[in-house]
């Protein structure tokens, strides 16, 4: 069975940093596009960042410099290193994974969706 479960979300004081983890199973990663999406109350499900089956990776205009998207293969993993936080982070995450050149900009190309695993920030 294809599964994708994320971890790593928790309360965090704005300025801290979180890492979130996203486990596949019944799938390789590396053969996918992998992303990171955020869904905040009242708004809609937006791209953080994605890394295409090339490993290219790319960001929103607000995760620039702040977050960082990576592909762990042998672990089968993807990760998002989130730096100084700001309470508009806060979101549920999602794991995702769509074809092999599918972008952030477009999450509606993504098929397969982890649970989710929720970022609080306060300020």
């Known amino acids: 069975q294809v599964q994708l479960v994320e971890s790593g979300g928790g309360s965090v004081q704005a300025g801290g940093s979180l890492r979130l983890s996203c486990a596949a199973s019944?799938?390789?990663?590396?053969?996918?596009?992998m992303g990171w999406f955020r869904q905040a109350p009242g708004k809609e499900r937006e791209g953080v960042a994605t890394?295409?089956?090339?490993?290219?990776?790319s960001y929103a205009d607000f995760a620039k410099g702040r977050f960082t998207i990576s592909r762990d293969n042998a672990k089968n993993a993807l990760y998002l290193q989130m730096n100084s936080l700001k309470p508009e982070d806060t979101a549920m995450y999602y794991c995702?994974?769509?074809?092999?050149?599918?972008?952030?900009?477009?999450?509606?190309?993504?098929?397969?969706w982890g649970q989710g695993t929720q970022v609080t920030v306060s300020s």
């Open positions: 995702a994974a769509g074809p092999f050149y599918a972008d952030y900009v477009a999450p509606t190309d993504f098929h397969l």
């Open positions: 019944g799938h390789l990663v590396s053969t996918y596009s």
């Open positions: 890394v295409d089956g090339d490993g290219n990776p």
